[in-house]
């Protein structure tokens, strides 16, 4: 099981963009997946969740700018930044928690995707 993310760049202040993040593997369910950021020098933090049912949440740092979405039947999430500020700029990771079945054993685990890089010019 892995995830693959994609829709990084460079972006000027003000702009939008689009990420977007896709589970592949042998996968029986995925309760949730989220993003989370790294800025240089910083711990990584967590920008948005969203559960396999669409419930949401976001840090404050980016709510009214960032939307989470997700599309269950494609095992893909979404995360649309808008207003984007210098401040955005940090490695994007998504998240997800993942279920798969191995006969007849349910087994849950935390997966990671490589970082995308978003850098925000002023």
């Known amino acids: 099981v892995q995830l693959q993310a994609s829709g990084g760049g460079p972006v000027q202040a003000g702009g939008s963009l689009g990420l977007s993040c896709t589970a592949s593997?042998?996968?029986?369910?995925?309760?949730?997946m989220g993003w989370y950021r790294q800025a240089p020098g910083k711990q990584r933090e967590l920008v948005a969740t969203?559960?396999?049912?669409?419930?949401?949440h976001y840090a404050d740092s980016v709510k009214g700018r960032f939307t989470i979405s997700i599309d269950t039947a494609k095992n893909t999430e979404y995360l649309q930044i808008s207003s984007l500020k210098p401040e955005d700029t940090a490695v994007y990771y998504c998240?997800?928690?993942?279920?798969?079945?191995?006969?007849?054993?349910?087994?849950?685990?935390?997966?990671w995707g490589e970082g995308t890089l978003v850098t925000v010019s002023s």
């Open positions: 998240h997800a928690e993942i279920t798969t079945l191995t006969g007849d054993q349910l087994h849950t685990m935390d997966i």
């Open positions: 593997g042998s996968i029986f369910s995925l309760p949730s």
């Open positions: 969203i559960s396999s049912g669409g419930t949401a």
